[in-house]
Each structure stands twice: as structure tokens, then as C-alpha cells.
């Protein structure tokens, strides 16, 4: 039986090391995101109502955590949304559903506490499955006009985004010091950084675009 609750100060380590593990390798050697996670709690768009845990047998396997991003549309007004990441599940739990049961209770949680939109990168892959459409479909963009394959989006109710066309800017947390993060990572028990293929598939996904057929 999964159990989804709160992370607690007791889990920290717990989730950094399954962060870690969970994405070692798989978009670039080594990895960032779990430097995001220990430095995402401390920042003022940090949400800790939906900083989750997943616990199978009273054992951590998982973790999502949200922060506040915005939208902007063309006359200036600006929508608070959510953006989640990283969410992680131990290597050895993967490819069980359980990172979907992870996403899908705090989706509900979100929409408990009022907020109707998130938008995302990843994989489409990963996340068409739980209700995420190009963000083009939605008129979400990047400044500049831009429509990235991997960006997402979510309307938690219905109608959020009222077809207006709209700005993407996530939180200034996501924008990782990528040589604090390898100075952290230096400081953990050593894994090896290695080339795997998902990381040109990621390069490809990343730089890619939605344009008009």
C-alpha cells in the first residue's frame, strides 16, 4: 500500500539521496536536480503544503516538491501557477505506477488549496498520461514566442487559461549554478559520471519546438 504524505525534516537526506539516484546520468553525467531539492526548500517560492512523500512498507521510495511560477498575458495581468520538479522515484521502484499515484494526490491536493494551473518540462512521455497537453494547445510560450516540445501544461479546473495567449517564467530557483551543483555532488559518496543515450534524447527533446503545421 502507497502512503503519500508531507515530507518532514526526517526524510531530507532520504529524498536528496533518491533525487539523486533517480536522475544520475540520465540527461547529462552525473546531475543537478538533487542540489535543486536541498537548495528549493529555503527559497520563497518553495510550497511546502505540497512537498510530498511517498512511503511504501514505512519506506521513502519518492518525492515531488512545487514552487510558484506565473504566467503573463498581453495586457500584463499575471497568473500565479505551479510548476513541480523534481519528482523522483527510487530506481528500484520505477515503472510501477507509482510515481503517477505520487503526481495525481498532489494534483488533487493543488486544486484543494486553490491552484488551477501547472505547467511543466519533461518528457512528454512521462506526463501525457496524467492529463498534460503541449503547452501550444494552450497558447503557453517562452519569451520570444517560443513552444518547447517538453513544455507542459495542466489546467486543474477547466477553463483556467480562458484561451488567452500567455508568458511562461518559472521561479529564479530553477535557474541552477551548475558549477555549485558539481561542487555539491563532490561532496557525496562518489557515483560515476558516464554518457548514456537518454541524454542525447534529452538534448533533442530540450531543443526542440512546436511550430504551426
Given at each position: 500500500m502507497l502512503t503519500i504524505r508531507n515530507e518532514t525534516p526526517a526524510d531530507r537526506q532520504t529524498v536528496e539521496d533518491i533525487t539523486r539516484r533517480a536522475f544520475y546520468n540520465l540527461y547529462a553525467p552525473g546531475c543537478v536536480e538533487h542540489y535543486l531539492v536541498h537548495i528549493m526548500r529555503d527559497h520563497p517560492d518553495f510550497i511546502p503544503e505540497l512537498d510530498l512523500v511517498a512511503e511504501l512498507d514505512g519506506q521513502v521510495i519518492g518525492s515531488v516538491m512545487y514552487t510558484r511560477a506565473a504566467l503573463t498575458d498581453a495586457a500584463g495581468e499575471v497568473k500565479d501557477i505551479l510548476t513541480f520538479g523534481p519528482v523522483s522515484i527510487a530506481p528500484e521502484h520505477q515503472r510501477k505506477g507509482y510515481g503517477k499515484q505520487l503526481l495525481e494526490h498532489s494534483f488533487r491536493r493543488a486544486a484543494l488549496l486553490g491552484w488551477d494551473v501547472v505547467v511543466i518540462f519533461g518528457s512528454p512521455a512521462n506526463y501525457v498520461s496524467c492529463g498534460f497537453q503541449s503547452c501550444k494547445k494552450f497558447s503557453v510560450c517562452l519569451e520570444g514566442g517560443k513552444f518547447p516540445s517538453a513544455m507542459m501544461v495542466k489546467e486543474l479546473r477547466e477553463g483556467a487559461l480562458d484561451g488567452r495567449e500567455w508568458?511562461?517564467?518559472?521561479?529564479?530557483?530553477?535557474?541552477?549554478?551548475?558549477?555549485?551543483?558539481?561542487?555539491?555532488?563532490?561532496?557525496?559518496?562518489?557515483?560515476a559520471r558516464e554518457y548514456r543515450p537518454s541524454q542525447e534524447e534529452f538534448y533533442i527533446m530540450s531543443h526542440s519546438c512546436v511550430v504551426e503545421g
Open positions: 508568458v511562461y517564467r518559472d521561479s529564479p530557483v530553477m535557474s541552477i549554478d551548475e558549477g555549485e551543483a558539481r561542487r555539491y555532488d563532490d561532496t557525496l559518496a562518489p557515483m
